[in-house]
T-cell receptor, first 111, second 108 residues
Framework: DAGITQSPRHKVTETGTPVTLRCHQTENHRYMYWYRQDPGHGLRLIHYSYGVKDTDKGEVSDGYSVSRSKTEDFLLTLESATSSQTSVYFCAISVTPDTQYFGPGTRLTVL | KNEVEQSPQNLTAQEGEFITINCSYS?????LHWLQQHPGGGIVSLFM???GKKKHGRLIATINIQEKHSSLHITASHPRDSAVYIC??????????FGAGTRLTVKP
């Protein structure tokens, strides 16, 4: 298994609070991704990174920001969480943009 | 517009049956992936295809580029194959999109 961890694995928070999710890899892969998974929608790309300090927006980036100051860490921040951001969040890594290895997921509930 | 559709949405089979899950996409692609999501939530990559057919154990994946269609087959299905199967497509403009998934339940 690729060395990917996500923290926290579960979080319950209130509307309007800031939330940061962390993705950590030990594989030294160049590409890192944040997805959200919602019933009926499949996985949707939020943001991705193609190197340290190099990030770009995905399909559903509104309300989210990311940072990658080190190869091994990719942070996803919800500046002011809303109920529509209740979801399961997956981080993924890859050497090339193709085969991705997924983290275990973080279940976020915004009340 | 880059779109991916999977069918069926849900599938129930008896142990031993031959399973087919379908994936269609809208425009030209550079690669198509089949993923498996276990009941616990973990996602693993099964296949990456750009043409033809690939086989791994009881799993077979095919792709028809002209028809913009791929199928995932499971032979001699087993209850441990119960999972959500996801088709993911990298389009020629480098956009990657995922199907909504097919929930497979194999009953003993």
């Amino acid at each position: 298994d690729a060395g990917i961890t996500q923290s926290p694995r579960h979080k319950v928070t209130e509307t309007g609070t800031p939330v940061t999710l962390r993705c950590h890899q030990t594989e030294n892969h160049r590409y890192m991704y944040w997805y959200r998974q919602d019933p009926g929608h499949g996985l949707r790309l939020i943001h991705y990174s193609y190197g340290v300090k190099d990030t770009d927006k995905g399909e559903v980036s509104d309300g989210y920001s990311v940072s990658r100051s080190k190869t091994e860490d990719f942070l996803l921040t919800l500046e002011s969480a809303t109920s529509s951001q209740t979801s399961v969040y997956f981080c993924a890594i890859s050497v090339t943009p193709d085969t991705q290895y997924f983290g275990p997921g973080t279940r976020l509930t915004v009340l | 517009k880059n779109e991916v559709e999977q069918s069926p949405q849900n599938l129930t089979a008896q142990e031993g049956e031959f399973i087919t899950i379908n994936c269609s996409y809208s425009v030209g692609i550079s690669a198509l992936h089949w993923l498996q999501q276990h009941p616990g939530g973990g996602i693993v990559s099964l296949f990456m295809l750009s043409s033809g057919k690939k086989k791994h154990g009881r799993l077979i994946a095919t792709i028809n580029i002209q028809e913009k269609h791929s199928s995932l087959h499971i032979t001699a299905s087993h209850p441990r194959d119960s999972a959500v199967y996801i088709c993911a497509v990298r389009f020629n403009n480098n956009d990657m999109r995922f199907g909504a998934g097919t929930r497979l339940t194999v009953k003993p």
